[in-house]
């Protein structure tokens, strides 16, 4: 079963926008990750932000963390047109092994 | 960063017929692969968690037989459809844990994918 569900599942901005997706989970998690696909490619590795961890930066990206409610956000500040692509989080379970597990995604779309 | 490929980046083939897909770790040994499916739109799926020198380990639902996964070295990993179906048609997906990283040990490398079309 699903572990994190993407919110939008639809996002559309011009460029310059700022970007925000969340994702919420079920169970307890070791750590969360975001990854994103270009339209049919393999998955590229964005960010990963461990359960003790609140914030963290990387480039123009954010990604937050809020154990207690069991959802994370990425923002992608100042969006390029380069930027399109589908946006997963990944997360992995407290306990559990390494394989993380997939949500359904947000495709982003940014018009230039 | 770690590289991973998968040959071939599409194929269409016949009903019935087998297609064989393989994933390397260009710069990186692999102990453990992972296949992936891809449905348009749809999220990853796991099909097998792939054991260099063992036996992979299939998710529920996967079947041993259709989809067979051979990881013999280090480096490789291949997965064969047998008697391919048009239902098989999909994006498959590999990836790779660098079993030597001292980084972050639970990031994986993910291939490009394979298309798989079955007529």
């Known amino acids: 079963s699903q572990q994190g569900e993407e919110d939008p599942q639809a996002l559309s901005i011009q460029e310059g926008e700022n970007a925000t997706m969340n994702c919420s989970y079920k169970?307890?998690?070791?750590?969360l990750q975001w990854y994103r696909q270009n339209s049919g490619r393999g998955l590229v590795h964005l960010i990963l932000?461990?359960?003790?961890?609140r914030e963290k930066h990387s480039g123009r990206l954010r990604v937050t963390l809020d154990t207690s409610k069991k959802s994370s956000s990425l923002l992608i500040t100042a969006s390029r047109a380069a930027d399109t692509a589908s946006y997963f989080c990944?997360?992995?379970?407290?306990?559990?092994?390494?394989?993380?597990?997939f949500g359904r995604g947000t495709s982003l779309i940014v018009h230039p | 960063g770690a590289v991973v490929s998968q040959h071939p980046s599409w194929v269409i083939c016949k009903s019935g017929t087998s297609v064989k897909i393989e994933c390397r770790s260009l710069?990186?040994?692999?102990?453990?692969m992972f296949w992936y499916r891809q449905f348009p739109k749809q999220s990853l799926m796991l099909m097998a968690t792939?054991?260099?020198?063992?036996?992979?380990?299939?998710e529920q639902g996967v079947e041993k037989d259709k989809f067979l996964i051979n990881h013999a070295s280090l480096t490789l990993s291949t997965l064969t459809v047998t008697s391919a179906h048009p239902e098989d048609s999909s994006f498959y997906i590999c990836?790779?844990?660098?079993?030597?990283?001292?980084?972050?040990?639970?990031?994986?490398?993910f291939g490009p994918g394979t298309r798989l079309t079955v007529l």
């Open positions: 990944a997360t992995r379970r407290s306990g559990g092994s390494y394989i993380p597990t």
């Open positions: 169970t307890s998690i070791n750590n």
């Open positions: 932000i461990r359960s003790n961890e």
């Open positions: 710069d990186f040994q692999a102990t453990t």
């Open positions: 792939s054991n260099e020198g063992s036996k992979a380990t299939y």
């Open positions: 990836s790779a844990r660098d079993s030597g990283a001292s980084g972050i040990a639970d990031t994986q490398y």
